[in-house]
């Protein structure tokens, strides 16, 4: 039975200073539902911490880039009304983190990469939990790793969604009914009690994952945009914010690059049917949008997203012609790898299919691993310098006139790869990255304009 809960949970940038932390203290305060306030790291910290987890460092520069994570968390304590009452902690915290950078195997060792980038949000919730009782909030730090189990994949664990749903009732649940409970976004930890992570951009998850074991009415995704927009506001000034959203539609739009949201999100929000809202922590009186099961409207276009950063493989052989089960074997290597395809084609004797390769991420290593074992059953062809650009709709397959006005606004361009059919919400291109914003401005003036 859902409750009248609600989870919030707030980015990077809305945490980054003591002035914007203040501004998500008044929205978790003005809503006597927020009794969960789920946070990232604060605004360039993880970006250190990548640094300092994969790149073989003197101890000089390690101290360097210490140094500046220091000088953003001290930024923020210093302004406290009362920072001895936190300061004793985060010198703590200051001194873990040393601890795994200065670990002679930090960079080979995925266990200690994920407790080192979990610092970051455990600082900043530190810090959001004292400035919520300066502004007279009852608050507590709650440490997320007693309830959020996850498997040992450390860097890219999965959640236990029952364990989850069992600890959070047993040491979450008694906790909200006293008081505000700020916690960690991203962070989880293994049945061993080992730290692990939900991999870049979990924070969203961890929230949706915790409304959904405490059976919350709500969640909010509190970030520096207003809502989810038409496209990328950063590609065209015409985009617009969307007032509501299908998890459907939200679901296709963060798989294919819309960076609002997680697309491991939705998954929580649709099993329980919470309702999901996405707003600007800058400027909480303008609205944003909201994500449900059912919509008022459902326009055949919704919105037009990107995906950077892909690899078009194509996998042939002649003996694929009239063979059985060719196609598993290729598809089992992927499995392996537990990498996942975004499109997919298929001829007589070939099959194309997209894997996401964002630099020095460890898909782009796993791709090379998959390369290697693919060209042992068939001959491998590796495209780079993609993206997909995607189309995010309604019935899209039986609407008429639906791909003839998409395909007529992008006549100009070179498609390499077209996916369109398989599912009614989309229609997805692969296209050379250099022309991928011209294609996203083109078809928004189409659509939208």
Known sequence: MQNELNVAKFGGTSVANYQVIKNCADIVINNPNTKVMVVSAAAGITNHLVLLANTALTSEQISDVIENIRKIEFAILNELKNPSEVEDKLFALLSELESYARHEEINYRDDLKDSLMSMGERMSSLLCAAILREKGAKAINFDVRKVLRTDSKFTQASPDISNIRVLAQQLLQPEINE?????????????????????????????????????????????????????????????????????????????????????????????????????????PEKGGTWIKRDCESEPAFRAITRRKDQVLV?????????????????????????????????????????????????????????????????????????????VVGNNMHSAAGVSSRIFAAIGDFNLRMICFGANVHNLSFVVSNHQSEDIVRVLHKALFE
């Open 179 to 283: 008081q505000i409970v700020v916690t960690q976004g991203f962070v989880g930890a293994d049945e061993q009690g080992r730290t692990t992570t939900l991999g870049r951009g979990g924070s969203d998850f961890t929230a949706a994952l915790l409304a959904e074991a405490l059976e919350a009415k709500t969640c909010e995704i509190w970030t520096d945009v207003i809502g989810v927009y038409t496209t990328d506001p950063r590609i065209t000034d015409k985009a617009r914010p969307l007032p509501e959203l299908s998890f459907e539609e939200a679901a296709e739009m963060a798989t294919f690059g819309a960076k609002v949201l997680h697309p491991a999100t939705m998954e929580p929000a649709l099993r329980q049917n919470i309702l999901v809202f996405v707003g600007s922590s800058k400027e």
């Open 314 to 390: 194509t996998v042939k052989t002649p003996k694929m012609m009239y063979a059985q089960g060719f196609l598993e074997r290729v598809f089992k290597i992927i499995a392996k790898h537990e990498l996942s395809v975004d499109l997919v084609t298929t001829s007589e004797i070939a099959v194309s299919f997209t894997l996401d390769n964002p630099p020095n991420s460890m898909s782009e290593k796993m791709n090379k691993e998959i390369l290697v074992e693919l060209s042992n059953i068939c001959d491998v062809n590796v495209e780079r310098d993609f993206d997909v650009v995607t």
